[in-house]
């Protein structure tokens, strides 16, 4: 074993790869990876000058994991542009048409070993599924856990691959799924569903959430709605009180801004929907600052670079739009005083992208609703605010973790 192999790096051309500190660099400057890309290179780099199957990479990257042959592909494409390879010319990954891939430079580090085994830090992490609506529109769920189960409603901007690495996401699902078997799902247009999709309203944001809770075989369980979330959830328990337990509401509201906006925040939303249509998915850093100061003002670098990330993989530029636009079209209002369900509004006190103010509604109108306020300005909350444990302790309380 080389001095190298033992410290769990690799030196390949002008690349060095770090596999303890999950980091590739070229000459000190650190090329940022999503968790899965940085995985799959990692397992090419370990077997260079082999052929690494498909599916091989597949159970390595992905283990105990049933997912798409199309993630492997876009994997592999973003390590070639990491990479450089068509500014370069130079060929790093060599395709094995039909069968799988090759790492074609020499690495100083790499293993000898004929098969590849999962990436360092790997483990049995979340089960990913698929489920069709009743207008054929597919959907991708994830279970993650032994507990009881607790569903997420559908929210902007996710995707349950890329997430379940993401410093802005990892935390819940971790520990949320220490007490339970957490279900969560990509809504149509977004994330690993169906990206094409001819309707989306609310209605069938409710109709994909009915559809997940009868493929995922539950019976009754809490609900989560975080943000646009929590409407879905409203609605959802409305109509199925008997399937919901308990009812959770973080940064969450009851009407878009089409009812309950100012003529400026019209001008605002507009703006935004219209700078979506064109910057969605670009590497422009103005426009990913924009939107990251809004969710997350508190974030670290590493953390605007995660959701800036984000932005690219969950959905498409005009589908952001569409999704924006049906936001503001959101009004559960006249649903909130026949909710029946023991109900907990979180918000943060200084949230910008959804004021505090609607939180306050939200358990103002629910019969017998609590309402808690936390200290941050995030939309979402950090693992290292001290607003994340006071969130756990709540969410604890409400929901009798022992």
Known sequence: MSETEALGTYQFGPFRLDVRERRLSRGGEVIPLRGKVFDTLTVLVENAGQLVTKQELLDAVWPETTVEENNLNHNVSLLRKALGEKATGHQ????????????????????????????QGATTRQEIRYCTTCDRVRLAYASIGNGPPLVKASNWLTHLDFEWDSPIWRHWWASLSVHHRMIRYDERGNGMSQ???PDVSFDTWVRDLETVVDAAGLDRFPLLGISRGGSIAVAYAVKHPERVSHLVLFGAFAAGLNHVGTPQQWEVRRALTSLARLGWGLKNPAFCKMFTCRFIPEATPEHERWFDELQRVSTSPENAARLMERDAEIDVRPFLRQVRVPTLVIHCDRDQVVSPRHGQLLAAEIPGARYVSLPSANHLILEAEPAWPLFLKELGLFLNWQ
Do not use: M, N
């Not at 060599?94 to 004929?114: H, N």
């Open 195 to 197: 990206r094409d999709v």
């Open 92 to 119: 790093y990954i060599e395709t094995v048409p039909k069968v799988g891939y090759r790492f074609a430079a020499l690495v100083d580090g790499a293993s000898s070993q004929a098969a590849p085994s999962a990436p």
